[in-house]
């Protein structure tokens, strides 16, 4: 099983005091961007390259950046479905996206459409990442670079500077053969100096959806998410790519210099949370030596799903009408003793509000989902199909 945590004598309760005013850090969200986010920030947190691992690339590299949007801290999310030869919106709802992630994944590598009718060569790929490079560091960055040791430096101290950088997304628009909305790939525009940047007055970042505004300022040749193989970064709807598995194994497994393992509770949690969208048996997940095996397990029950999804799944399949990870719902908590809606903690005569939650799972056979509160991010509850109530 993979470890999670040891047996210690810290004495952690006489410590608690110490960590009582704490802020809580809840790490980073992780959660797709909604399209047709324009005029964005972000401040720049990874830049770097790493080597595939599994997949068509693997043991290829690829160029990952990645930022937390500080602006604007509300956008719009809307999901549509190419149904009946048309579209529909299935849901809209105003989230907020302040604190997520906006990331840019290039292959550094020949990459080839899903059809295989468009190749782009490793050169062409390795002047994308470096034009990647000059946006967030002017046309002169690169002058002087003459060695791979010389661009880690440039990129820990891009890193470390923490660059402020406007970007945009594109809400990808479902088809006949693509029937669900997804996202394009993000179009990071360049830097944004801190005295041009002022907290709380970017208000014209969401574009509505729905239809009938102009469309981000995105360049037409603007690669799809299947551009390049679908190792590279997952799909449109934020399924996870290879490098975000590799990344999250790493940190799950890590050791200090003395061979103890550094609980990256953060990596576990969602490592955790992808096996169980994936359909994973948690005996299965309890039972692998690590966390490299899990990711290698939901590795594995993507791929399948996709190759079954190819080959069986009807064109005309009827529309899933069953809560799909990522919706909102309102949920009127039910207390497990009583079996009836649980009460105000404040006031016990009263019945409490119903709650924000958003679907981290669903099973389609026992017709319920795992939701998350929205307001902690922590509590869950597994909770039938029919008191999911639509927001």
């Given at each position: 099983?993979p470890m999670?945590?040891?047996k210690?004598?810290?004495n952690?309760g006489?410590?608690?005091?110490?960590?009582?005013d704490?802020?809580?850090d809840?790490?980073?969200?992780f959660?797709e961007l909604p399209?047709?986010?324009?005029?964005?920030?972000?401040?720049?947190v990874e830049?770097k390259?790493g080597?595939?691992?599994?997949?068509a690339n693997k043991g290829?590299?690829?160029f990952?950046?990645?930022?937390i949007?500080?602006e604007p801290k509300?956008?719009v999310h809307v999901?549509?479905?190419?149904?009946n030869?048309?579209v529909r919106?299935?849901s809209?709802?105003?989230?907020k996206?302040?604190?997520?992630?906006?990331?840019i994944?290039?292959?550094?590598c020949?990459?080839s459409?899903k059809d295989?009718?468009k190749t782009t060569?490793?050169?062409e790929?390795?002047g994308?990442?470096?034009n990647?490079v000059k946006?967030?560091?002017?046309e002169?960055?690169?002058?002087g670079?003459?060695?791979?040791?010389?661009?880690m430096a440039?990129?820990d101290?891009?890193?470390k500077s923490?660059?402020l950088f406007?970007?945009n997304?594109?809400?990808k628009e479902?088809?006949?053969?693509?029937?669900?909305?997804?996202v394009?790939?993000?179009n990071?525009r360049g830097?944004?100096s801190?005295?041009?940047?002022?907290?709380?007055e970017?208000n014209d970042g969401?574009?509505?959806s729905?239809g009938?505004n102009?469309?981000?300022?995105?360049?037409d040749?603007?690669?799809?998410?299947d551009d390049?193989?679908?190792s590279a970064g997952?799909?449109a709807q934020?399924e996870?790519g290879?490098?975000?598995l590799?990344?999250?194994?790493?940190?799950?497994?890590?050791k200090?210099a003395?061979?103890?393992?550094?609980?990256?509770q953060?990596?576990?949690d969602r490592l955790?949370?992808?096996?169980?969208?994936?359909?994973?048996?948690?005996?299965?997940v309890?039972?692998a030596d690590?966390?490299t095996d899990?990711a290698?397990?939901i590795?594995?029950?993507?791929?399948?799903?996709?190759e079954?999804?190819a080959?069986d799944?009807?064109?005309?399949?009827?529309?899933?009408s069953?809560p799909q990870?990522?919706?909102?719902?309102?949920y009127?908590?039910?207390?497990?003793k009583?079996?009836?809606?649980?009460?105000?903690?404040k006031n016990?005569?009263?019945?409490?509000?119903?709650?924000?939650?958003?679907?981290i799972?669903?099973?389609?056979?026992?017709?319920v989902s795992?939701?998350?509160?929205?307001q902690?991010?922590k509590?869950?509850?597994t909770v039938?199909?029919?008191?999911l109530?639509p927001v």
């Amino acid at each position: 099983m993979p470890m999670q945590t040891g047996k210690s004598n810290l004495n952690l309760g006489a410590r608690a005091r110490q960590f009582k005013d704490a802020p809580i850090d809840y790490g980073q969200d992780f959660s797709e961007l909604p399209g047709d986010i324009n005029g964005g920030i972000a401040k720049l947190v990874e830049l770097k390259v790493g080597t595939y691992k599994e997949g068509a690339n693997k043991g290829k590299p690829f160029f990952l950046a990645a930022g937390i949007v500080l602006e604007p801290k509300m956008a719009v999310h809307v999901k549509k479905v190419w149904e009946n030869g048309g579209v529909r919106i299935v849901s809209s709802a105003n989230e907020k996206i302040e604190g997520r992630r906006t990331q840019i994944t290039v292959p550094l590598c020949t990459t080839s459409t899903k059809d295989k009718s468009k190749t782009t060569s490793e050169e062409e790929n390795i002047g994308k990442m470096f034009n990647e490079v000059k946006k967030l560091a002017g046309e002169a960055c690169l002058d002087g670079i003459d060695s791979d040791a010389d661009l880690m430096a440039l990129f820990d101290m891009l890193k470390k500077s923490g660059i402020l950088f406007k970007f945009n997304t594109r809400l990808k628009e479902p088809n006949k053969e693509y029937p669900s909305s997804g996202v394009w790939p993000h179009n990071w525009r360049g830097m944004v100096s801190e005295e041009d940047y002022q907290p709380g007055e970017t208000n014209d970042g969401v574009q509505d959806s729905t239809g009938g505004n102009e469309a981000p300022d995105v360049p037409d040749d603007a690669p799809p998410p299947d551009d390049a193989d679908a190792s590279a970064g997952g799909d449109a709807q934020g399924e996870p790519g290879d490098h975000e598995l590799d990344e999250l194994a790493e940190r799950a497994d890590a050791k200090d210099a003395k061979g103890k393992p550094v609980v990256d509770q953060e990596a576990i949690d969602r490592l955790t949370d992808l096996a169980k969208e994936a359909g994973i048996d948690d005996a299965d997940v309890a039972n692998a030596d690590n966390w490299t095996d899990v990711a290698n397990l939901i590795r594995q029950a993507r791929d399948a799903g996709a190759e079954a999804g190819a080959a069986d799944e009807p064109l005309d399949e009827p529309f899933d009408s069953s809560p799909q990870v990522g919706d909102n719902f309102s949920y009127q908590v039910i207390d497990p003793k009583t079996k009836k809606p649980a009460t105000d903690p404040k006031n016990p005569k009263k019945v409490a509000r119903p709650v924000m939650v958003e679907v981290i799972s669903t099973d389609k056979t026992k017709s319920v989902s795992v939701v998350r509160s929205l307001q902690d991010k922590k509590t869950k509850w597994t909770v039938p199909f029919d008191q999911l109530i639509p927001v």
